[in-house]
């Protein structure tokens, strides 16, 4: 699980209940283990590797030492995410890497290392949590809508090219939900039943609520 949010964390409680392995990865290694000491408090072990996902051999380096840790891969969850408010006629080159290097660039560091492994393990899924941890605010800016079309045109491609090697490839959309007269963030216990939705039906794409520009 790369970018570990609370979602993921009952997620990553759900599947290690099921006996599966679980690693976290993340810029953080204060931040790695202190999750690590709370899952495992709850019965929970899990491995933990410090990766900044926007730099190759970072990213190299923690998939080197989860390979010697398990050899087998069976799902990498990619749940990394940046906001940019910038308008185009505002927008500096800068800010653009920024936001491509986390919410694009990032997932393709990550899945080009984890393929391999995903192949030997005779397939598996790959999740990208779109958006990153919650839906994009309505007034978010041209970088953050440039690299998500982007990484939507990316995830399609590369979901036709390893489909006949059982990768899934899995785009889980986080959106806002109706109630009555107001419209509202989704509950945490909503993006975990979307999660465990997409990790065991392996759909091509999932919508929890609604989201603009995006069929559920």
């Known amino acids: 699980m790369v970018g570990p949010s609370p979602e993921l964390l009952e997620l990553a409680r759900v599947l290690g209940r099921r006996g599966e392995q679980v690693a976290l990865m993340a ?3 204060i ?3 202190q999750l690590r000491a709370q899952l495992e408090g709850e019965g929970v072990p899990c491995q933990i590797f410090a990766a900044d996902v926007t730099e190759p051999d ?7 030492k989860l390979s010697r840790w398990s050899p087998r891969l069976d799902r ?3 749940n990394k995410g940046a906001v940019s408010s910038e308008q185009a006629v505002q927008l500096t080159e800068s800010e653009m890497h920024r936001v491509m290097s986390v919410n694009l ?3 393709v560091n990550c ?5 391999p492994m995903l192949k030997r393990t005779g397939g598996g899924t ?3 949590v779109a958006g990153g941890q919650r839906s994009q605010p309505p007034e978010s800016g041209v970088a953050s809508e440039v690299s998500r079309a982007a990484l939507q045109i990316y995830a399609s491609a590369l979901r036709r090219e390893v489909a006949a090697e059982n990768i899934s490839v899995c785009e889980l959309f986080l959106g806002r939900v109706r109630d009555r007269e107001n419209v509202r963030e989704l509950l945490p216990e909503e993006i ?3 999660l465990l939705h997409i990790v065991d039906h392996r759909p091509d794409r999932y919508v929890v609520g609604r989201l603009s520009g995006v069929e559920e």
Do not use: D, K, N, W
């Open 31 to 33: 931040r790695l283990q």
């Open 192 to 194: 975990v039943a979307g």
């Open 58 to 64: 970072s990213v190299l380096q923690a998939f080197t």
């Open 27 to 29: 810029r953080s290694e």
């Open 111 to 115: 899945f080009q290392l984890a393929h």
């Open 76 to 78: 990498l969850i990619y």
């Open 105 to 107: 660039f990032g997932f």
């Open 126 to 128: 790959a999740v990208i």
